[in-house]
């Protein structure tokens, strides 16, 4: 497997390894546990190279960010602040009565405290659209309030940007719900899940360094090569059964 995912594919391209739920839980486990990178860590690299990302290809006044319950949603809530500072007016779109992540609900309450409430239902005229429903963790079906906001999505005519994937893809298998989000752009966390290959509901696909030391990674199996990062993010390449990218000059 290593040697292969060193292959490299065009010039200066080479091949980035696709990742399954269980391998990510692995790689997320050895990076806090081995290596102490700290999930808040994370979160915050995750949401702020996000907001960059979202401010450099739509440059919005104003977003709605769908913030879920979980890990994912709490990097969404990082995006809301970051974007807020910038002077993006944002409308956070989340269930305040539902129970949260720990990591998500410390979030969530440090943007009540710079003046952004939570609301129940998304309002027209967002430049953008976030979602940060549910990431790689889906089990089954959607349903309730989050189908809902993953049809509502479909309905509005803002760009679309999708955190790590869209909500409703299944990241092993690349299954999709019938309520699946399409995005424009999906800005996948630390290495691509294989569900993202091939799927024309994640429009395009960038690499989101969050901080993982490729040490960790090496850790848990995965021979991932030295990328050529901009403001945090990677651009990918669809190849067959995959994708690529730009490799340093000196790993090309």
Not at 200 to 224: F, H, Q, Y
């Amino acid at each position: 497997m290593s040697a292969a995912l060193s292959t490299e594919v065009s010039e200066g391209l080479v091949v980035v390894p696709s990742v399954s739920i269980t391998e990510m839980r692995r790689i997320d486990e050895i990076a806090v546990r081995r290596f102490h990178v700290r999930l808040i860590q994370m979160m915050e690299n995750a949401g702020r190279a996000l907001a960059d990302l979202v401010g450099e290809r739509v440059g919005p006044r104003r977003a709605t960010v769908l913030a879920g319950t979980g890990l994912n949603g709490g990097g969404g809530l990082v995006a809301a602040r970051h974007l807020a500072n910038r002077g993006v007016e944002v409308t956070v779109v989340s269930d305040v009565a539902a129970t949260r992540a720990p990591l998500t609900e410390h979030h969530l309450r440090t943007l009540r405290a710079s003046g952004i409430a939570a609301c129940a239902a998304p309002r027209p005229g967002a430049d953008v659209v976030i979602d940060a429903l549910v990431g790689y963790s889906l089990s089954g079906p959607l349903h309730g309030r989050v189908a809902e906001l993953a049809r509502w999505t479909r309905r509005q005519g803002a760009p679309v940007v999708s955190l790590d994937l869209p909500t409703g893809l299944d990241a092993t298998t690349g299954s999709a719900d019938a309520a699946v989000v399409v995005a424009d752009l999906t800005a996948t966390l630390a290495l691509p899940k294989r569900g993202l290959i091939g799927r024309p509901e994640t429009g395009e696909v960038r690499l989101v360094d969050i901080g993982i030391p490729r040490a960790a990674l090496a850790a848990a199996g995965i021979a991932a090569p030295a990328l050529v990062s901009r403001s945090g993010t990677i651009t990918l390449v669809p190849v067959a059964g995959g994708f690529a990218a730009e490799a340093r000059s000196d790993e090309a």
